[in-house]
């Protein structure tokens, strides 16, 4: 089993950044990936970034140039988010990928207005 808790989330203003922070518990040692997703009012849950094992990482194309993700251990991995927009307003999921099963977190909720 693995729990994954969020945090970071706010309110900020176009342009802005946030940083998001995911801390991973349990059997944490053969975690293959952990990424970041999002759902806004409406819409459906959607890939943000990800990043597995080997240090490589993905981004959604609206996101590219402006957030990096990163894991600096087994447990910890980051969002920063630069140059927000208002559409990048949402909930924002970490997961954890471990032998095939996903974990989700509970979710921190962004917002982006002026």
């Known amino acids: 089993q693995v729990q994954v808790v969020e945090s970071g989330g706010g309110l900020v203003q176009p342009g802005g950044s946030l940083r998001l922070s995911c801390v991973a518990s349990?059997?944490?040692?053969?975690?293959?990936?952990m990424g970041w997703y999002r759902q806004a009012p409406g819409k459906e849950r959607e890939l943000v970034a990800r990043?597995?094992?080997?240090?490589?990482t993905d981004y959604a194309d609206s996101v590219k140039g402006r957030f990096t993700i990163s894991r600096d251990n087994a447990k910890n991995t980051y969002l920063q988010m630069n140059s927000l927009k208002l559409e990048d307003t949402a909930v924002y999921y970490c997961?954890?990928?471990?032998?095939?099963?996903?974990?989700w977190g509970q979710g921190t909720q962004v917002t982006v207005s002026s």
């Open positions: 997961n954890a990928v471990r032998n095939g099963f996903v974990y």
């Open positions: 349990g059997r944490i040692l053969s975690i293959n990936a």
């Open positions: 990043i597995i094992s080997s240090g490589a």
